[in-house]
T-cell receptor
Framework: GENVEQHPSTLSVQEGDSAVIKCTYS??????FPWYKQELGKRPQLIID?????GEKKDQRIAVTLNKTAKHFSLHITETQPEDSAVYFC???????????FGAGTRLTVKP | EPEVTQTPSHQVTQMGQEVILRCVPI?????FYWYRQILGQKVEFLVS????????KSEIFDDQFSVERPDGSNFTLKIRSTKLEDSAMYFC????????????FGPGTRLLVL
């Protein structure tokens, strides 16, 4: 089955700096890659997703890049703010398969 | 904006007891999911459900687990004989079209097995 690896497990940045979180996946058939943000004690919430027919997607301060050849995808947050502090999970799934696998999570701390 | 809801928010049970966790997916959604998150760990897929049957399940979803859609709104996860290691947050999620689409998560049920 699919195996998603996520790095780093913790990341601390100064407010205004950029943060990058990386994930790799094992199943070359995977073609949908969402990113979720989870604040302490709350539900995971989708922040951005990318499908395999594109290499990059951007939404304001958040961007995701996908390298299908290398089987890795990354989340980029620019101009970080303290409210970006949370745990971020990447995930992967494939067409006609509802088994979505998550990475282990990255705890991002943005210091004011 | 419609949301997935879950009840109860917290449940404490004795080892060996049966528990039923309830979810009300978003009303026009057709695909339903259960996930588990042990404290401080990753979100783990348990099962997906479509058209009144299980479409996918993970290796975690063994014979002690079952899911049901008993009526037009509820989606339940039953754990027949709870074990200490079942203590976790259980999230329900739903979406309209299944794969490659955003899944909307409920607020979770925190289950503690003593």
């Amino acid at each position: 089955g699919e195996n998603v690896e996520q790095h780093p497990s913790t990341l601390s940045v100064q407010e205004g700096d950029s943060a990058v979180i990386k994930c790799t996946y094992s199943d070359s058939a995977s073609n949908y890659f969402p990113w979720y943000k989870q604040e302490l004690g709350k539900r995971p919430q989708l922040i951005i997703d990318i499908r395999s027919n594109v290499g990059e997607k951007k939404d304001q301060r958040i961007a995701v890049t996908l390298n299908k050849t290398a089987k890795h995808f990354s989340l980029h947050i620019t101009e970080t703010q303290p409210e970006d502090s949370a745990v971020y999970f990447c995930a992967a799934s494939k067409r006609d398969n509802n088994d979505m696998r998550f990475g282990a999570g990255t705890r991002l701390t943005v210091k004011p | 904006e419609p949301e997935v809801t879950q009840t109860p928010s917290h449940q404490v049970t004795q080892m060996g007891q049966e528990v039923i966790l309830r979810c009300v997916p978003i009303s026009n959604h057709l695909y339903f999911y259960w996930y588990r998150q042990i404290l401080g760990q990753k979100v783990e897929f348990l099962v997906s459900f479509y058209n009144n049957e299980i479409s996918e399940k993970s290796e975690i979803f063994d014979d002690q687990f079952s899911v049901e859609r008993p009526d037009g709104s509820n989606f339940t996860l039953k754990i027949r004989s709870t074990k200490l290691e079942d203590s976790a947050m259980y999230f329900c999620a739903s979406n309209q079209q299944g794969d490659q689409e955003t899944q909307y998560f409920g607020p979770g049920t925190r289950l503690l097995v003593l």
